[in-house]
């Protein structure tokens, strides 16, 4: 579903991205770890396409986005959701309509049909009935779980999912883990989540890749990652 080819990012002068090779199977939840400032934020938004590689290339489904118009690549960006780092709300705007936004900005559907896909993804996320709260008034937790609803309120076949437990207790974060097993399974999305709480990368991962001095230093299965000789993994 999402294939990395030799990518390769500098940014102020310094190199980020050295040559990085992935491949995500379609319905499969891969995990990217790596030590703070290792690139993989940088690694989520090339296969968003908000950053363009120096070189090197990124493939959604097929089609090679790195030199895609616009127009076209916000074609490809619509099967894409992304659940951002601090949830990323639009503090303005109430529950209802950060669910929503992409619907009224892309979709145009009907005020009635928007309203139940709002209520729908709320209710996936255990959120029902907060529609009409602001961003200040939830906690982190339920920021979290609003980011996720929004992006899934397309229906996208993939999620990008940017510490999708940081800063958050034990129990919610293992909540977080859970919604991120019920999107695979019940929506049969293709995920890539990019943490370093390994609890939730041996939990929700059916792979795991490690990001290292700007290349993938190991991917493998879970087992394999845990019994890794690697120096560097371990």
Aim: hydrophobic share 40%.
């Amino acid at each position: 579903m999402i294939t990395i080819r030799d990518l390769h990012k500098t940014l102020g002068g310094k190199p980020v991205l050295r040559g990085v090779n992935l491949e995500v199977r379609k319905g499969e939840t891969i995990v990217i770890v790596g030590g703070s400032g290792c690139g993989k934020s940088v690694l989520l938004k090339h296969i968003m396409g908000i950053m363009r590689p120096d070189s090197g290339t990124v493939a959604i489904d097929g089609t090679d986005i790195t030199h895609l118009p616009e127009k076209e690549l916000n074609t490809v960006r619509r099967r894409i959701g992304m659940l951002f780092q601090g949830a990323a709300l639009f503090d303005s705007l109430t529950v209802a309509e950060n669910v929503s936004f992409a619907l009224d900005e892309h979709l145009r559907l009907p005020p009635d049909r928007t309203r139940q896909i709002v209520s729908e993804k709320l209710g996936r996320v255990g959120l029902l009935g907060a529609e009409l709260l602001m961003p200040a008034e939830l906690s982190g937790g339920m920021k979290k779980r609003i980011g996720l609803a929004r992006a899934i309120a397309t229906e996208p076949e993939i999620i990008l999912y940017d510490e999708p437990t940081t800063g958050l207790d034990p129990i919610m974060a293992d909540v977080i883990n859970e919604l991120i097993l019920k999107m695979q399974k019940e929506l049969g999305v293709t995920s890539v989540v990019v943490t370093h709480d390994m609890t939730s990368a041996f939990k929700v991962g059916n792979r795991v890749a490690m990001l290292y001095e700007g290349k993938i230093e190991e991917t493998g299965e879970i087992e394999a990652i845990r019994n890794t000789g690697n120096p560097v993994v371990k």
